[in-house]
């Protein structure tokens, strides 16, 4: 059955930002997971520090899984770059989208297998800059590798 | 696994079916080849480049080797071969890669000047594959046992195809094909894709998304042979003449 786009994209809606404009807060509680369809979102955290650009999303990225996923506050915050359209998925339409395009499962699942790569090496170059204790790096390690009470 | 490239000057093809009875692709294919290499195209194969379900072992043992001869050198010019799995040799994806030439995907991104596309061969938004696999699969065998009596047969079901789309009151889409691949067309295209290729019909053709961007299908080189031809962001679908291209876009 081919249902009408009306009902089919129910679930799910466009939206457009202007240079600058937020998408999201850090610590906010929406869910919804964001597809970037054309310009580019930089991610934003603050730290007590300074304020880190953690990453540039262009077109064809996701972002906000971890929200929807495992239903945690916003992380970080997400600004526009130039223009930018961005297709919102609510958490109700996220198993219809895979199931009509089942390849975006495959793609998130490579996006998120990506990032938990980066994040390891950036650890250990930081460990390796740092020269960190063994025992230190091993906790750290145990964390991120979901040992204890890091399972959901 | 490589999902995501980038390419400048690509051409698509799909469906030579090399081994089955019907398929004449390579005396086409070959030429083809060799012709974009000389122009440095790299090349995708997209899907059921290689017969297993309908294959005559007699074909696939004089068709196959050369094939793979000619992607060898077309590799050793220096240009790339990519290879997306079909439903006909998705038991082939396990040592395609293996034998060196190409680099074997379930599906590709592509990026291509200001241009990302996605090249996929389709079979996974057909709704028969999808519901009915086992009734799907036996019958593709028994098609592949009246294609070695009589491989005109299947020229017959292509004309039933496209006088039943013909039929069908909401024409939307390729000429051929159920609206359903169009309908996957553009659930990808939301995701930011400018151009979706599928093979796997066997219709060629091109049809606006409403989205903007543009589905495209490249055939099947059983048939006429037609290819995508993907140069800095720029798409098209041409027929394959090796005197003259006529572009269908």
């Known amino acids: 059955m081919v249902l009408k786009p009306k009902t089919r994209f ?14 999201f807060e850090e610590g906010d509680t929406g869910r919804d997971l964001y597809i970037v369809q ?17 990453a540039v999303f262009k077109k064809g990225d996701f972002f906000g899984d971890m929200a929807l996923l495992q239903s945690l506050p916003r992380y970080a915050s997400a600004y526009a770059k130039g223009k930018t359209k961005l297709l919102i998925l609510k958490p109700a339409g996220f198993l219809l989208k895979i199931r009509r395009d089942p390849t975006f499962a495959f793609e998130m699942l490579q996006q998120l297998s990506y990032r938990v790569k980066m994040s390891n090496d950036r650890l250990l170059h930081v460990v390796e800059k740092h020269r960190l204790p063994v025992d230190e790096v091993q906790s750290i390690l145990k964390i991120l590798g979901g040992g204890g009470d890091a399972k959901p | 696994m490589i999902t995501s490239i980038t390419s400048e000057k690509l051409v698509v093809i799909s469906d030579l079916h090399l081994g089955n009875p019907f398929s004449n692709a390579k005396k086409k294919v070959i030429p083809f080849l060799k012709w974009a290499a000389q ?34 050198e077309f590799r050793r010019a220096g240009r790339e071969v990519y290879y997306v799995t079909g439903n006909h040799d998705i038991a082939l994806e396990h040592f395609l890669e293996d034998w060196g030439v190409m680099k074997v995907a379930p599906f590709l991104n592509v990026t291509s000047g200001n241009t990302r596309l996605r090249i996929e061969h389709g079979h996974i938004y057909d709704p028969f594959f999808v519901k009915f696999p086992v009734l799907y699969d036996s019958l593709t065998h028994l098609a592949g046992l009246f294609l070695k009596v009589h491989p005109e047969l299947y020229r017959l079901w292509i004309s039933f195809e496209r006088f ?18 169009k309908e996957a067309a553009l659930e990808l295209s939301r995701r930011g894709f400018d151009a979706i290729i599928f093979g796997h019909t066997h219709h060629p053709g091109v049809s606006e998304l409403e989205t903007g961007s543009i589905y495209l299908n490249s055939g099947s080189w059983m048939l006429t042979p037609h290819y995508v031809k993907i140069e800095h962001g720029n798409v098209s679908l041409v027929e394959w003449k090796p005197e003259k291209r006529v572009s269908m876009l």
């Open chain 1, 10 to 23: 129910e679930h799910e809606c466009l939206e457009d930002f202007e240079d600058g404009e937020c998408v």
């Open chain 1, 38 to 54: 054309s310009g580019e979102v930089a991610i934003i955290k603050k730290t007590s520090t300074a304020v880190i650009e953690m």
């Open chain 2, 39 to 72: 122009e440095k195209f790299d090349v995708c194969i997209n899907g059921d480049g290689l017969e297993i379900a309908q294959a005559s072992f007699s074909k696939v043992a004089f068709e196959v080797p050369e094939f793979f001869r000619v992607l060898g």
């Open chain 2, 164 to 181: 039943a789309s013909n039929r069908r009151a909401k024409k939307t889409g390729i000429v051929g094909e159920r609206p359903h691949f």
